[in-house]
Every structure is written in C-alpha cells, then in structure tokens.
C-alpha cells in the first residue's frame, strides 16, 4: 500500500478519546502568544478574570466563552477581528520575510478546516493599526493552508490543515512577504471549524488579529502588493463552497473560502510548519507619525 508521504502520528487516539464524548462540539480557543524570532509578545485572553497586559499586540474582543463568529454575521465588522474586536497601541516589529508563529491555545481533532491568514495596511494614521477602522480595512490574503484536506484515506472527515496545526502544538507559522513595503499592518489569522458546517450557519469562524510594524526585508523590493484589499464584511458568504459543506461525505476537494491567495505571497507549507519556543520577551513599540517609539513602562500608558 501507498504511503502518503505526510503522515500525522497521534490523531487516532486522539480521534478515539473525542468520541468518547461526542457531545463537546465548542471549541472555545484564543491567542495564547505569538513568537517573531524568539521574541515572546502576549495574546488576548477573553476569558472572564484573566489579565491582559496593555503592552499586548493583540486586538482585544468581547467573546468570554473563547467561542466564535458565525455566518450570521459575514457581513458585518464582526467578522474582522471577532465580536467587538478593538486594537492596541502595541505593534510587533518585524522584518519583511521573517516569520511569525501563531500560538493557539488549543484545537480540538474534531473541528476539521482551513487554516487563513490575511493583512491590512494600516494607512492614513498617526498611531499605525491603533485608530483604524475595523470596517474600512482592506484585507489581503497571505496563506490558505493548501491543501486545506490532505486526505480521507481512512474515511471523512480524514485530515486538515487544522491537524497539522494540533500537531505542532496548536501552532501556525505563517511568513510576512519579503516584498511586503514597509509600514504598520494588521495580521488577521483565522481557523474555521467545519464539524456543523453541513448545515446553513454552521462554520464557526475564529479570526485573531495583531498589530505589526514591519521593517524592510533583506530583499527590500516592495513589490508585494495590498492595494486590492477585501473589506471584511465581503470575505465571505453563507453558501460558499468552503463555508456551506458536509466534511462528513467523501470529497475530492475542498475550496478554502475567501479571496485566493495573493501573488508575491510566501504561505509555509505543511511540512514547514514548526512549534517554536521563545527565547526572551519582545519589545512592542508604538507608532508616532512615521516613526516608532519602543515600548517602556513609561511611555506605554501614554497615547
Ligand atoms: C533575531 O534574533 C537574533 C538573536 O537571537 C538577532 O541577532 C537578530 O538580529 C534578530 N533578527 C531580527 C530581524 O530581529
Ligand atoms: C454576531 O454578533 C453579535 C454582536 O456582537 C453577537 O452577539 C452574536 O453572538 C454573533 N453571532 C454569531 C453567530 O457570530
Ligand atoms: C505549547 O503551547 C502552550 C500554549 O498553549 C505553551 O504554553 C507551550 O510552551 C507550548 N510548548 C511548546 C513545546 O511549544
Ligand atoms: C467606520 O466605518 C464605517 C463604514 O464606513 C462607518 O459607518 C463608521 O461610522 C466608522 N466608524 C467610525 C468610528 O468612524
């Protein structure tokens, strides 16, 4: 028998041990921290009681349950960035062509689907990604986690981009295009869970956003281009191919919903993708004008 060459090892015991109890279908996940070359930067925390460092790069947002966005509200500015999603004065410095790694808190195996990431220039500011607005963002894809179904060899759902993220620890590298031009920009990563999504308003949506000050790359082309940006409220529709679908049937394909991933783009594919452990902590900075001040304990609380 053929071997594919990308085998995940633990799924089926972890297969076994969901189905003992069938009825935990929420997935309740957050950003528990993002690492940009070693550098530690908090996530947001939306869990009652848990402390968020004003310090954070992370958009904070009004959803205690970890819980989702739904179809529902595709066209509104929820879909952005999460239910009542605000930014933060922080930005993540980092370099075009770096990469960052998106920690999650968890996933559960049995939330099958793709894995997205997006940006958005932040422009026309004078505090980068703090002031924009979220509805008028202009969002460009970066990576669709293809192919989003590897395979159903031992039958559907079978495996998804989704499980290689479990497999690295519920983790997402996803690399800032080395072509990228300098500026603030918001990174907008996303898992959507399709165990329900057989059924109209059924996907859940788990969108995160950061604030990053990118810095030229070693390339230093500004050739990646952002000026044809999808706002939010039209990435998606109920009824798209990749949002309206039963995983529970055999299938060939799977069509990751959304605009396509735009040229220039440099996704990390599946076998690229690594856990990663922080060395130190980052050093969020501000954005004043067209330049950046380093984040200290004193110029911090100050906007
Ligand atoms: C990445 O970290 C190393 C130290 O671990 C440092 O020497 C290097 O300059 C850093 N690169 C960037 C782009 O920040
Ligand atoms: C839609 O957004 C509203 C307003 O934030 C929220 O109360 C509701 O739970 C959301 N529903 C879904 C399915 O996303
Ligand atoms: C795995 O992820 C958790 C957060 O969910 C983190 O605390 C832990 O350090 C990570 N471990 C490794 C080896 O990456
Ligand atoms: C944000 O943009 C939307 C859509 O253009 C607009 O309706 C809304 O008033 C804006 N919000 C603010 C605070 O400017």
Known sequence: ?????????????????????????????????????????????????RSNSPS??????????????????YSTPEISCHLSAASTPAHAPVRAGDNIHMQWNGWPYNHPGPILSYLAPCDGTADGCLSVNKSQLRWTKIDNSEPALIQQDEGPPGQWASHIMINNNNSWTVRVPSGLKPGPYVLRHEAIALH?????????????????????????????????GVLAQELYKSDD????????????????????????????GHREQRKSTSVRN???????????????QETGGVR
Not at 203 to 219: D, F, H, I, K, S
């Open 196 to 228: 329900f999504a057989k059924d109209k308003g059924g996907a859940q949506n788990y969108p995160l956003c950061v604030n990053l000050w990118v810095t030229e790359g070693r390339m230093g082309l500004e050739e990646f281009r952002t000026d044809k």
């Open 56 to 73: 954070r790069i992370a958009w904070s947002s009004a959803n205690p349950d970890a819980g989702y966005v739904g179809p529902a509200n």
């Open 241 to 268: 191919p990749g949002i309206l679908v039963d995983v529970f049937r055999t299938m060939t394909t799977y069509v990751v919903p959304g605009p396509s991933v735009a040229p220039g783009a440099e996704p990390v």
């Open 1 to 49: 028998m053929h071997i594919p060459p990308l085998r995940l090892s633990a799924p089926c015991a972890l297969l076994a041990a969901t189905t003992l109890f069938p009825s935990v279908v929420l997935a309740h996940s957050n950003l528990a921290f993002i690492i940009i070359n070693g550098s530690f930067y908090p996530g947001f925390d939306p869990r009652p009681g």
């Open 282 to 296: 980052g050093t969020p900075v501000r954005v004043v004008g067209t330049k950046t001040v380093a984040w200290t």
